[in-house]
């Protein structure tokens, strides 16, 4: 298995591009079972769990052809399965069981089970679809929905998820009759899919907000679309440029996406400045540890909570930075110690006090964004550290060892 190898110490310094959308694009890709013909995607990261969705989305009879502009057409859906081996290497899976409902009638799909970041249920996608009228049961690991037509319901969510909120949108976009989804979550990644919805002829008002109305059609249209560019990548090459004292700008992002970690690096003592499309981050002599607390957006995104807290682990002070979203997200800090950090778990927080500098040692990847989070470490760190279990990391960030070299890091990846 492949392992990245980093040797800290090098201030990080000019431009990098950021990446389409991770988790814009699974659900818009997904977004393509509502509708008979050919569609256009651009701007597909390049990313194992792209990959993933091809390849359940092709199990299903759906034709892909491309690879940063894609163009895919569930004309022939041959099968409304989507299976274990596929579903349980990415969450997100999920997404296909109210497109599926809502266009074919039925959808079988397995439970994702359990997950390194926390139980992650997915009763929430489950009592909306009952809501909008689709039968559904457990049977064997699986999740068995049925409905000859949706129908259009108010339904109202205990917890704002994210893929909750875009299974259950995309779904109302085919059922007779309006549906209002409240306490939705807001989520850049949901106006990004309801914009896609749009184009292909759904009726949708409030993605953004946390009520959104969707007035059902008959059918949709094939679209062509764009997906938004990751502002969790584009914010670990921010944090990267602190954590090194390094200067970095960031080239095709969107600035309002990322207000919640903007306002924690200029209180850390970070110069941030807004360049059009670009973000420049100027990382000071010394980092201030500041208090983060994960929210749904436009709060802190838990997507950055492990990276943050890298660099508060060589901050200068105190920081308590508490995960509300998930439980059980602090797999990094254990590695992180390892590197000498100063982390204590209490509850839903960690106790960081910043030391000077980390060192390196081998260290483990355990989820997505913690193997990033240990990568900004190990930039930081004297000597060296080698990450493995690196698939973690393909997942989410596109060619991040190549990125980050470019930028100055000594940073490569061996096989073995
Ligand atoms: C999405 C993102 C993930 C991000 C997360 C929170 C994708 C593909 N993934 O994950 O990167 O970390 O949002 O911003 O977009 N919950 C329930 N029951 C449910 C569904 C969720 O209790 O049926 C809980 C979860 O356990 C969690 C909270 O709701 O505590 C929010 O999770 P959710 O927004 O659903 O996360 P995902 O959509 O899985």
């Known amino acids: 298995m492949d392992k990245i190898v980093i040797v800290g110490g090098r201030k990080l310094q000019g431009d990098v591009q950021i990446s389409g959308a991770k988790n814009a694009a699974l659900p818009i890709l997904v977004s393509s079972l509502l509708v008979d013909g050919w569609n256009t995607f651009h701007n597909i990261p390049d990313l194992l769990d792209i990959k993933t969705v091809k390849k359940l989305l092709s199990s299903f009879g ?25 579903v349980r290497t990415m969450r997100a899976s999920i997404l296909v069981l109210g497109p599926l409902v809502a266009r074919m009638g039925e959808a079988r799909v397995s439970l994702p089970g359990g997950c390194a970041i926390g139980a992650r249920p997915v009763n929430l996608h489950i009592q909306a679809l009952r809501d909008l009228g689709a039968e559904v049961t457990l049977k064997d690991g699986y999740v068995e929905a049925k409905a000859s037509r949706l129908k259009g319901a108010t ?30 979550a807001r989520e850049p990644e949901i106006v990004n899919l ?49 954590m090194t004292g390094g200067d970095i700008r960031v080239l095709g992002c969107d600035a309002l996406h990322l207000e919640a970690l903007i306002a924690k690096l200029r209180d850390a003592g970070m110069r941030i400045e807004l360049e059009g499309d670009a973000v420049r981050a100027t990382g000071g002599v010394t980092v201030r540890s500041v208090d983060v607390k994960t929210l749904p957006h436009p709060g802190f995104p838990t997507d950055l909570q492990a990276q943050i807290m890298a660099m508060m682990a060589i901050a200068n002070g105190l920081s308590v930075i508490t995960e509300t979203v998930f439980e059980n ?88």
């Open 194 to 242: 309801a914009e896609v919805l749009i184009g292909m002829g759904a009726r949708i008002r409030g993605a953004g907000t946390d009520v959104i109305v969707i007035d059902g059609v008959d059918s949709l249209h094939p679209v062509e679309a764009s997906v938004i560019p990751d502002r969790i990548e584009a914010g670990t090459f921010l944090l990267a440029a602190g």
């Open 329 to 416: 997200r602090f797999m990094h800090v254990s590695e992180m110690m390892r590197m000498g950090a100063d982390i204590v778990i209490q509850g839903k927080s960690a106790i960081v006090r910043g030391i000077p500098k980390l060192h390196g040692a081998p260290v483990m990847a355990t989820d997505l964004r913690a193997s990033a989070s240990l990568i900004l470490a190990g930039l930081a760190a004297e000597g060296t550290t080698t990450l493995s279990r690196v698939y973690h990391i393909d997942r989410g960030y596109q060619q991040i060892e190549k990125k980050l070299s470019a930028l100055g890091a000594d940073i490569r990846r061996i096989s073995g």
């Open 155 to 184: 339904i109202y969510f205990d917890i704002a998820t994210v893929t909750g909120t875009e299974n259950i949108m995309m779904a109302a976009t085919l059922a007779k009759g309006q549906t209002i989804l409240k306490n939705t």
């Open 62 to 86: 759906v034709k892909i052809e491309g690879g940063e502009t894609v163009r895919i057409n569930a004309g022939g859906i041959t099968s409304c399965e989507a299976s274990y081996d596929l």
